[in-house]
Every structure is written in structure tokens, then in C-alpha cells.
């Protein structure tokens, strides 16, 4: 399994939603190539439908080699939707693998479930299939309601508090959280490992 994350970092509106485009290409991508894809954690950019980071998980054969190819900066060469007057038509974020958690999980889980919601009425189950997880030995609680299966809620709820323990143990020799803290904040513009262009997103060749 990989841990895959994508950033804005500080970066503009337009940054927020050349994270949100990157996400949706990647998992279009790893659909393709039969891999796995959750997503285990979303910031919200300040404009709608818009991204400032999320973190994704990619399990399968192929998950390795898919992540290694989104690793670096990505480039998005598009006129500002938001200004149109803007000079500026290149925004830089970022991707960084991160470590994944251990699948062994020590301590009590607790799970509750319940009716999954959404802003007006939109993608909203009528069973329950949302799923509370708390790890009763740390208090950590992570709600989940991306999936329609209670099943598969679980098991992303598993995960996510998999990854934040992994994050609590590291944290004492902040290695692994500094990398990322570091990594939300800056951006490294050119060399991009991936190319895309205009409001589609289309990939450019980089080769």
C-alpha cells in the first residue's frame, strides 16, 4: 500500500484547484490500472470544489509504480478561472508519498454507525452506512461516509486511524510529520513530474 499526498501547499485559489483536478485524474488513472484508491483525509480549498490537500491510499500491483509517477511537483498551465485579467497561467503543486501505517492495530476499536449526510440532500444513503470508528486507547476518532458500504467504511475508518497512530508514534522523533509539515508549506516550482493543461486537464508530455 502507498500513502499519496497532494498539496496546494500556500499557494493561490488556483493552486486549491489544480489539487482537486489532480485528484480526480488520479483516480480515473488508478481505475484504469485496477488499483485501489481511498481517500483518507481532504482540506477544503476556500472556494467550491476546490482542494488545499488530500490524502490518498493506493493498494494493488500496480500502486507503487502509480505513486512513484505523481511524486514531485505537477504544473497546471491554464488562465485563471477566477481572474481573468491575471497574467499568471502556471500553478505549482505538489505530491509526496508518505510511509504507510502498519496494518496491525493495537487496542480496542469501536465502531458506530450511522445515516451518511451531505450538503443538500446530495449523495446522501438512506441506510447507515457511515461509520464512527474511536481507538478507545488514544481517543481518536475518525468519521467516515465516502464508500456505500458500511463494510468498506470500515475498513477505510480502520486505516485513516492506522495512519494517525503511525503519525502519534512518529511524531516524537518528527521525521515523517516534519517532511510533510514542510512539504504542505513549500512547493518546488519547475522540473514538474507532471504537466497538465487548460481547463480540462489534459496531461502534457514532459519527455
Known amino acids: ?68 509517477s505523481w511524486e514531485g511537483t505537477i504544473q497546471w498551465i491554464c488562465a485563471s478561472p477566477y481572474r481573468p485579467a491575471h497574467q499568471r497561467k502556471n500553478w505549482f503543486i505538489g505530491a509526496l508519498r508518505c510511509d504507510a501505517p502498519a496494518p496491525n492495530l493495537t487496542g480496542e476499536i ?3 454507525t450511522t445515516r451518511s449526510s451531505g450538503p443538500g440532500g446530495q449523495h446522501v444513503n438512506t441506510t447507515e452506512s457511515a461509520v464512527r470508528a474511536t481507538h478507545v486507547a488514544t481517543g481518536i476518532t475518525v468519521k467516515v461516509q465516502t464508500e456505500r458500504s458500511q463494510h468498506a467504511n470500515k475498513r477505510i475508518a480502520v486505516l485513516l486511524i492506522a495512519h494517525r497512530l503511525a503519525g502519534l508514534e512518529q511524531e516524537a522523533q518528527a521525521a515523517q510529520r516534519a517532511q510533510r509539515r514542510q512539504f504542505h508549506h513549500e512547493v518546488e516550482r519547475g522540473a514538474a513530474r507532471r504537466v497538465f493543461k487548460g481547463q480540462a486537464f489534459q496531461p502534457v508530455s514532459t519527455g
Open 1 to 68: 500500500m502507498e500513502l499519496l499526498q497532494l498539496s496546494a501547499a500556500h499557494g493561490p485559489d488556483e493552486c486549491c484547484l489544480a489539487v482537486a483536478k489532480a485528484q480526480a485524474f488520479l483516480l480515473r488513472e488508478a481505475q484504469a490500472a485496477k488499483v485501489s484508491a481511498d481517500i483518507l483525509e481532504q482540506e477544503s480549498g476556500a472556494r467550491p470544489g476546490t482542494l488545499r490537500s488530500v490524502l490518498i491510499s493506493l493498494d494493488g500491483d500496480g500502486a507503487q509504480a502509480l505513486a512513484a
Open 110 to 112: 469501536r465502531f458506530e
